[in-house]
């Protein structure tokens, strides 16, 4: 799956990596963003810039059984999103998934896409999972859009389960198994492929 990958994620516009002190400044904005909030299954709280350092020194410093990285652009490393794997359970080798691009002008470009895929690479092939799920609010089509375009089959509704604009909403489950991961990346190289083709009839 290696080889299969590399060549599918060639082109990808972003790249994860560990995170640094001072993203904390660049994620401070995100985090207080109304439009960003909205999306997101966590509750609305106030973070001051000195709890947004907390947090990312305790990501870096102390990451318990969660991997959360920075989201780069490839063409100029601006740090625009995070992604993270949370609750670890190396026992029944699964985790839970969740993605932000707070760079708002990245959104709707395939790029939500590429970071779950980049994260799900490293879950089945570098952190030995089998299993990735992910919450999303029932509304936030876009997420489910991204989660669907990359294998993710429904697996429920968790009903009136967060508390979000003063009512209790449900929370739609995804998940996705390693060799549903493996199937999606052949699907998707044979697209590619065929794309680059017709690309060239039309030459
Ligand atoms: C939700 C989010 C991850 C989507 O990432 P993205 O890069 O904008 O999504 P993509 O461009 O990869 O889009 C994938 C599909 O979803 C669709 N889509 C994206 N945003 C959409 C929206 N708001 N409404 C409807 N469809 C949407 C795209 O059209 C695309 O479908 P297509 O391939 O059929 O054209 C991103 O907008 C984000 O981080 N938002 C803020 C935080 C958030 O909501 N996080 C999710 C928490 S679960």
């Known amino acids: 799956m290696l080889n299969e990958f590399k060549k599918l994620a060639k082109d990808f516009r972003v790249y994860l990596r560990a995170f640094t002190l001072t993203d904390a400044n660049t994620s401070h904005d995100w985090r207080v963003d109304d439009e960003m909030i909205e999306g997101s299954v966590g509750?609305?709280?106030?973070?001051?810039?000195?709890?947004e350092k907390k947090w990312v020194n305790d990501v870096i410093?102390?990451?318990?059984?969660?991997l959360k990285l920075a989201v780069c652009?490839?063409?100029n490393h601006q740090h625009i999103g995070n992604a993270y794997l949370d609750n670890v359970d190396c026992f029944n080798q699964n985790a839970l998934f969740g993605l932000m691009i707070g760079e708002k002008s990245q959104w709707g470009?395939?790029?939500g896409t590429e970071i779950t895929l980049l994260m799900l690479y490293h879950a089945f092939y570098e952190m030995n999972l089998k299993r990735v799920y992910s919450y999303q609010l029932e509304d936030n089509i876009g997420s489910i859009k991204v989660h669907q375009k990359c294998g993710f089959q429904q697996e429920g509704v968790l009903r009136k389960a967060v508390f979000k604009h003063g009512e209790l909403v449900n929370l739609n489950v995804m998940g996705i198994l390693k060799e549903e991961f493996d199937q999606k990346v052949c699907e998707m190289l044979k697209g590619q492929s065929n794309n680059r083709a017709n690309n060239r009839g039309r030459e």
Request: aromatic share 20%; net charge positive; charged share 30%.
């Open 109 to 111: 470009k395939g790029i």
């Open 43 to 51: 509750r609305k709280y106030f973070v001051s810039p000195d709890y």
């Open 61 to 66: 410093f102390s990451p318990g059984n969660s």
């Open 73 to 75: 652009l490839k063409e």
